[in-house]
């Protein structure tokens, strides 16, 4: 999204990303329903829609299965770690979010045709910087 709508603002681009996700969505009704979210941005589109995935699973899989109380500790153990688990994830995810924002993506392959120069594009072109300063 970055490169081919590089004018555009950031949110404009993210929220053209988070359209472009739902539109690829196999599964009908989350498409429905998370088009229905209005998420401005895809990391919210992709967790709404896991979110509604999951649920739809689990009531799809409830239905036959009864509840069952446990003496002992096991279950709350596997919470426990499991809670741990995701908020170690969420904690991965939100920083490696925001370490992407912060760092553009520079291909050094990417040769611009107007300097001839490898490892950038026009937007960040020395050579078209310093002859408009002159």
């Not at 950031?10 to 969505?25: G, N, P």
């Not at 829609?49 to 649920?55: I, V």
Request: glycine share 2%.
């Amino acid at each position: 999204m970055s490169l081919a709508y590089a004018e555009c603002p950031l949110e404009v681009r993210e929220s053209l990303a988070a359209q472009y996700f739902v539109d690829a969505i196999r599964d009908e009704d989350t498409q429905y329903s998370t088009r229905l979210m209005d998420a401005k941005d895809l990391k919210s589109s992709l967790a709404y829609s896991m979110k509604y995935e999951a649920a739809r699973t689990v009531s799809k899989t409830s239905r036959h299965v009864r509840s069952m109380g446990t003496e002992d500790h096991t279950s709350r153990e596997r919470d426990d770690k499991f809670e741990f688990f995701f908020n170690r994830l969420e904690k991965l995810l939100n920083s490696s979010v925001s370490g992407r924002k912060n760092t553009p993506r520079r291909n050094p392959n990417v040769t611009y045709w107007k300097c001839n120069k490898k490892g950038h594009v026009q937007r960040e072109c020395q050579a078209i910087t310093s002859n408009q300063e002159n």
